[in-house]
């Protein structure tokens, strides 16, 4: 079994700053791509950003220059520091991680259970 958790969401003010947690645990082989993703309710799920094992990044315009993602490979945890939060970073956000796992070798993806941002004016 493989478990994604998220943590630190919560609520801040405008201009604010959050940091997100997603540890991963469970019967895993190696971890390969992790993202962080949003989903608004009646839209679609859009990826926020997301790290390579080798720590290669991709973000969405909307996040550039405010979010910073990162990953500890040796605790199996990435991070998501959100500085300069806006009200329409308000949603709830996912974690994502590309993994193989060790007993069978497969390859899946695995999603975390989500956690609420809000950022208020």
């Known amino acids: 079994q493989v478990q994604l958790v998220e943590s630190g969401g919560g609520e801040v003010q405008s201009g604010g700053s959050l940091r997100l947690s997603c540890a991963a645990s469970?019967?895993?082989?190696?971890?390969?791509?992790m993202g962080w993703f949003r989903q608004a309710p009646g839209k679609q799920r859009e990826l926020v950003a997301a790290?390579?094992?080798?720590?290669?990044?991709n973000y969405a315009d909307s996040v550039k220059g405010r979010f910073t993602i990162s990953r500890d490979n040796a605790k199996n945890t990435m991070y998501l520091q959100m500085n300069s939060l806006k009200p329409e970073d308000t949603t709830v956000y996912y974690c994502?991680?590309?993994?193989?796992?060790?007993?069978?070798?497969?390859?899946?993806?695995?999603w975390g259970q989500g956690t609420q941002v809000t950022v208020s004016t």
């Open positions: 469970g019967n895993i082989f190696t971890i390969y791509n």
């Open positions: 994502n991680a590309g993994l193989i796992t060790s007993d069978d070798y497969e390859a899946n993806d695995y």
């Open positions: 790290i390579g094992s080798g720590g290669s990044t």
